[in-house]
Nanobody
Framework: QVQLVESGGGLVQAGGSLRLSCAASGTIFRVNIMGWYRQAPGKQRELVARITSGGSTNYADSAKGRFTISRDNAKNTVYLQMNSLKPEDTAVYYC?????????????WGQGTQVTVSS
């Protein structure tokens, strides 16, 4: 059993910053790609950023230059530093990870953390 537990969401004014964290726990052999997605009301879930175990990253255009994804492989934890937040960043943010459990790879989602940016 693998769990992804997110923290760090909240309410912030436009222009402010938040840092999200997501820790994977359980019977884990290796965590491969970790990422952050978000879903705003009435919209589809979309990729924000993701990072490989080797540190390669890619970002949605909306996140480039404002958000930074990083990870601590020893802690199986991924972070999302969000700066210059805008009201349109308001959404539930979900952590996602590809986790190798014994020989097989599985994809897991966190429960989500609310980010609200006020204007």
């Amino acid at each position: 059993q693998v769990q992804l537990v997110e923290s760090g969401g909240g309410l912030v004014q436009a222009g402010g910053s938040l840092r999200l964290s997501c820790a994977a726990s359980g019977t884990i052999f290796r965590v491969n790609i970790m990422g952050w997605y978000r879903q705003a009301p009435g919209k589809q879930r979309e990729l924000v950023a993701r990072i490989t175990s080797g540190g390669s990253t890619n970002y949605a255009d909306s996140a480039k230059g404002r958000f930074t994804i990083s990870r601590d492989n020893a802690k199986n934890t991924v972070y999302l530093q969000m700066n210059s937040l805008k009201p349109e960043d308001t959404a539930v943010y979900y952590c996602n990870a590809d986790v190798r459990v014994d020989p097989r790879m599985y994809n897991y989602w966190g429960q989500g953390t609310q980010v609200t940016v006020s204007s």
